[in-house]
């Protein structure tokens, strides 16, 4: 099914659209409040796009060095090319530790992967820890936002869900749901043998991972079970602990409107002699699946991208219809890049038309990535290889024959604007329109008056 | 080929450079490293023991003051008094000689489990800009204390209140050779705001985090 589609049914549904409506309200004010605190925001913006520059023009150099420092902390580090590869890492190294249940934070590359279909088919058993990715576990969901993933659903959504998966009596409220889920979660987290986390970034100075939480779980995960493993793309490398503090002081604003998040970790390598709690191995999986593929081209700003969440929470298309329209991992306007360049712009066609390139994501990106541009830029190579519908091709090439015959042209539009104020009612609007109408079956359209801009212009510059 | 040698290769192709990495690459990246540059910082006032208090608060972190070390039981006695909550916690070891007995307190100096109420740990240093906790962990100072409880009570020393998370760094850097395993950050108890983007705490870590500021 295509974006069109899935967003006529997302726009009829009455709980989603109710739920939609809070995400403007909470993340969209939340970060305008929390950007104000910082006199010099522009400054840092700069800066936090040039750091993301700087890692990106000598990738390879900067993971190179990651991986030397990892290496010299105990940290064993893999190269998965593919979402195939991820899975069969993570799957060798629970078979070498003997590794029964995972546990996992939120992570949107094993999202990607599917990891926990893969896992569970190799008999393991795999526990969702975030909040609302526990929900989505339950429910047999995927996330529908990057940040928010159960933005969709409403509590008495849970309650029904949780009533019924723990076999407990219907809890409504909030805070009692919330308690709820860490009862049943805590023995997971004190039984588990491996952890599975993402990381916000690595940082090469260091070989660290990072992660930013608010619930305590990413901690738990990277903590306890005596197995962690944590899954990322190659383009999250960052220089230093410097650069990484800089791009800490816009995460948390643009991603939930928070100045910082309860838990920034950073982890560099397993337990140490004498700690007392700490993984005894510690694996990170560096992984390419398409993301080499934005590397080089007039895509390469894409990876810059922090996955804050901000570009959604003011798309106003995403405000309408939600994460799942999307039909893969990455909603939004960074999905609508990510998902065609990850999967085939053949496997996404209308997800580059998914956006009304208002700009607001653009200027809402704390990395400064030009999205509606890139956007555009995926349109052009969706024309050039063929991919748009045969009769929007046939109309674009004949109103460009039409363009360059400036006389027949003007016949054309001057027939063209009569017939239309021909077809208006008593208010000049036409109710419905042949072939638009995608355009009348919800609005009318205003009618032109009945000549063409060139011939009034010729008359008045006459008089 | 490898797949780490493919996907650096394919970077190296794609950006139009030669497959063996230059020297002068490498020595760029170096030269960062060691020059480590800070980033543009937002002003915050001069007072940042006042700065840090400010924001520690409004994340929900309570705070109390103790003259001397001596001092802390005393201080944790009346906050459990005070939130109804058991005389009873694990602590670092470093707090392990006070005399937790005469405040009626049961407190040891062990690795924490699920089921242990209160932590008490003390701080790296502390972060005014954002009234957060800088936490290092060691054998001595086990992260999983200020974790698995549901009450978490700190000693910060108000010396140890720096400006922003550089100066964090730049402590580090000059108070050990390398990082610990973990630097954790905390901010206020745990929380989520997953269910109706409704901000509820005490998610899976603390729900109460409770300061004692050390003069
Ligand atoms: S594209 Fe920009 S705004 Fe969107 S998630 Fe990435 S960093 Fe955030």
């Given at each position: 099914m295509h974006f069109k589609a899935r967003a006529g049914a997302k726009l009829a549904d009455v709980r989603l659209q109710s739920a939609l409506k809070k995400l403007q309200g909470n993340f969209v004010k939340g970060r305008a409040d929390r950007v104000a605190e910082l006199d010099n925001f522009p400054d840092i913006r700069d800066a936090a796009?040039?750091?993301?520059?700087?890692?990106?023009?000598?990738?390879?150099?900067?993971?190179?060095?990651?991986?030397?420092?990892a290496t010299a902390r105990g940290t064993v580090v893999h190269w998965a090319e593919t979402h195939d590869d991820v899975n069969r890492i993570v799957r060798e190294i629970a078979a070498q530790h003997?590794?029964?249940?995972?546990?996992?934070?939120?992570?949107?590359v094993t999202e990607e992967c599917a990891l926990n279909d893969a896992l569970e088919s190799a008999g393991l058993e795999v526990v969702e820890t975030d909040l609302g990715e526990y929900i989505l576990q339950l429910a047999k969901e995927p996330p529908s936002h990057i940040v928010a993933p159960v933005v969709h659903k409403t509590r008495d959504e849970v309650s029904d869900l949780f009533a019924e998966k723990h076999h407990a009596p219907r809890l409504t409220d909030i805070p009692a749901l919330c308690r709820e889920a860490r009862e049943k979660l805590r023995p997971h987290f004190l039984s588990a043998d491996m952890g599975?986390?993402?990381a916000n970034f690595i940082i090469a100075e260091t070989g660290s991972t990072l992660i930013v939480t608010n619930e305590g779980n990413g901690r738990m995960v990277t903590t306890l079970p005596k197995v962690h493993v944590a899954i990322t793309g190659i383009e999250k490398v960052v220089p230093t602990l410097e650069d990484v503090t800089t791009l800490l002081r816009l995460l948390p604003r643009h991603g939930t409107g928070q100045s910082i998040t309860n838990y920034i970790s950073v982890t560099t390598g397993p337990r140490r002699a004498g700690d007392l709690d700490g993984p005894e191995h510690f694996h990170v999986i560096l992984v390419d699946a398409g993301r080499t593929k934005l590397i080089?081209?007039?895509?390469?700003?894409?990876?810059?991208?922090?996955?804050?969440?901000?570009?959604?929470?003011?798309?106003?298309?995403?405000?309408s219809v939600?994460?799942?329209?999307?039909?893969?991992?990455?909603?939004?306007?960074?999905?609508?890049i990510l998902t065609p360049t990850y999967i085939g712009l053949e496997n996404a066609r209308d997800l580059p038309n998914a956006a009304t390139l208002c700009g607001q994501c653009s200027v809402a990106c704390p990395v400064k990535i030009p999205l509606p541009d890139l956007l555009r830029k995926l349109r052009e190579r969706q024309f050039e290889q063929g991919l748009k519908p045969w009769h929007e091709v046939a109309a674009l090439r004949a109103w460009g024959w039409l363009a360059r015959h400036p006389s027949l042209y003007g016949v054309m539009m001057r027939i063209q604007a009569r017939a239309l104020k021909a077809m208006a009612n008593r208010e000049g609007m036409i109710r419905s329109l042949p072939f638009g109408g995608g355009w009348t079956d919800r609005r009318d359209f205003p009618a032109p008056e009945g000549r063409t801009f060139r011939e009034l212009y010729k008359a008045r510059s006459k008089a | 080929m490898s797949a780490r040698a493919n996907i650096l290769a394919r970077i190296r192709t794609a950006q139009g450079r030669a497959i063996t990495v230059r020297t002068e690459e490498r020595d760029a990246v170096a030269q960062y490293i060691a020059a480590h540059p800070q980033g543009p910082r937002p002003q915050v006032d001069a007072d940042i023991e006042a700065r840090f208090r400010d924001r520690a608060l409004s994340l929900a972190t309570t705070m109390d003051e103790v003259k001397t070390v001596a001092d802390i039981p005393a201080a944790v006695a009346r906050y459990l008094r005070e939130q109804n909550l058991a005389p009873a916690a694990v602590c670092w070891p470093e707090f392990a000689g006070l005399d937790w007995a005469a405040q009626g307190l049961k407190v040891e100096a062990r690795a924490v489990r699920g089921d242990d109420l209160v932590g008490i740990t003390g701080a790296f240093c502390a972060i005014a800009e954002t009234g957060t906790l800088m936490m290092c962990s060691g054998p001595d100072t086990p992260p999983a204390t200020s974790l698995l409880p549901e009450t978490h009570i700190a000693v910060v020393a108000r010396r140890r209140i720096v400006t922003g998370m550089e100066d964090g760094w730049t402590l580090l850097?000059?108070?050990?050779?390398?990082?610990?395993?973990?630097v954790n950050f905390i901010s206020g108890p745990s929380r989520t705001a997953d269910i109706e983007q409704t901000v509820t705490l005490g998610a899976h870590g603390p729900y109460r985090v409770h300061l004692l500021l050390l003069s």
């Open positions: 796009a040039a750091i993301r520059d700087r890692a990106l023009a000598n990738l390879d150099v900067w993971l190179d060095t990651f991986e030397q420092n003997g590794v029964r249940k995972v546990i996992k934070s939120k992570s949107m599975v986390s993402g080089g081209g007039d895509l390469q700003e894409m990876l810059r991208c922090i996955r804050c969440g901000a570009c959604m929470n003011h798309c106003p298309v995403y405000q939600g994460g799942h329209a999307y039909g893969w991992v990455y909603p939004g306007p960074m999905g609508a | 850097r000059r108070e050990r050779d390398a990082l610990p395993r973990a």
